[in-house]
């Protein structure tokens, strides 16, 4: 069976990477619409052999689609409640349903059976999270968590193509001499931008009223709605850094009991999606250097945390745009295809 597929921000970075992993993955289209703004409304894209001509998205963009990619954004709002009235199943890269209680918050490794309950909606994580939590399942099966302390170190792609065009830009301006400009970082809708080429930026999204960030708060609420448990105790740093398209996270996680390194090890390796990189004596552990591009996240400095009992620290990184974003999309698709819920 072939489904028709709507894409809905098709020329942006996640758009994009829909096409190449519909291509890539065999996904079975039989129809493929493109949809976008009015700005990039009669664009040509040229894929798999044919040419595509970018719709501007409206409120009938969607008959007779059976299954609505979101690649994010504020289009994501308006659009869902008429592509489900539609009859098509939409999977939505946005903030903006992740955390109602109706709408299923997904990744396939994890939490699949939450697929089932949806009515339409089924929310894509952040990025961020989604990355972090391929490590923390795993673990979690092995002794349940109490506490987990991240920081992150997240790729420019967060920001979108603009956000990757803004650091090659720097890198070019810099190099050659001349000022960097930036109008992007950390987030284009506030006043102040700062350079990321070469350095750091400790803000990703805006400020909330208790000091974190956005993106902070959505690591620590959206966590507890895919591990399906609120006593879970987090807290988060999430830092912007000059690197394309890998987000990388140092995590802390303490347990309830005890569990054996060796225990960790095996658990991460046997677990779907997760390679295990980790070999100090021979200096081998993950870099955005190996994961961008990549479907699998990598995990390595794997390590006790000798300050307290039944804690551990491991590092990880995935590719933001891939499993951080268009990947996991598809693969909700795909296990909804697999299990005959579409
Ligand atoms: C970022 N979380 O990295 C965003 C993208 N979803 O900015």
Redesign the pocket.
């Known amino acids: 069976k072939k489904y028709r597929v709507a894409i809905l921000g098709a020329t942006g970075a996640v758009g994009q990477e829909f096409l190449n992993l519909i291509e890539e993955r065999k996904f079975p289209f039989s129809e493929l619409r493109l949809l976008a703004s009015s700005r990039s409304a009669g664009k040509k894209i040229a894929f798999m052999g044919k040419e595509y001509t970018v719709e501007e998205t409206t409120a009938d963009s969607f008959a007779g689609i059976d299954i609505a990619l979101f690649a994010?954004g504020a289009a994501s709002k308006e659009f869902a409640p008429h592509a489900v009235k539609a009859g098509a199943v939409v999977i939505d890269?946005s903030?903006a349903f992740r955390m109602d209680p109706e709408v299923p918050l997904v990744v396939p490794e994890v939490n699949p059976e939450a697929i089932k309950k949806h009515k339409g909606i089924i929310a894509n994580p952040?990025?961020?999270t989604i990355i972090m939590v391929m490590g923390l399942k795993p673990l979690y099966d092995l002794a349940k968590i109490r506490r987990i302390v991240v920081s992150t170190y997240?790729?420019v792609?967060?920001?979108g193509k603009e956000?990757m065009a803004e650091l090659e830009e720097q890198v070019a301006a810099l190099s050659a001499g001349k000022d960097a400009e930036a109008n992007i970082l950390p987030v284009g809708k506030l006043p102040k931008h700062y350079q990321i080429a070469f350095n750091l930026i400790p803000q990703?999204?805006v400020f909330m009223d208790n000091l974190y960030t956005k993106?902070e708060m959505?690591m620590i609420d959206e966590t507890k709605k895919i591990m399906e448990d609120d006593s879970l105790r987090i807290t988060a740093t999430?830092v912007?850094v000059p690197v394309y398209r890998s987000?990388a996270e140092s995590v802390n996680v303490e347990f309830e009991s005890e569990i054996s390194l060796d225990a960790a090890r095996a658990a991460l390796a046997a677990f779907p999606g997760v390679i295990l990189r980790d070999n100090p004596s021979q200096q081998e552990y993950p870099m955005p250097l190996f994961t961008s591009g990549k479907t699998d996240v990598e995990i390595g400095r794997l390590r006790r945390d000798e300050s307290t009992d039944n804690a551990l620290n491991f590092w990880i990184c995935g590719d933001?745009i891939r499993k951080?974003?268009a990947l996991n999309a598809l693969q909700i698709a795909e296990y909804m295809i697999a299990h005959e819920l579409v």
């Open positions: 994010g890269n903030s952040n990025c961020s997240q790729a792609s967060g920001a956000g990703i999204d993106e959505k999430t912007r987000h933001q951080g974003a």
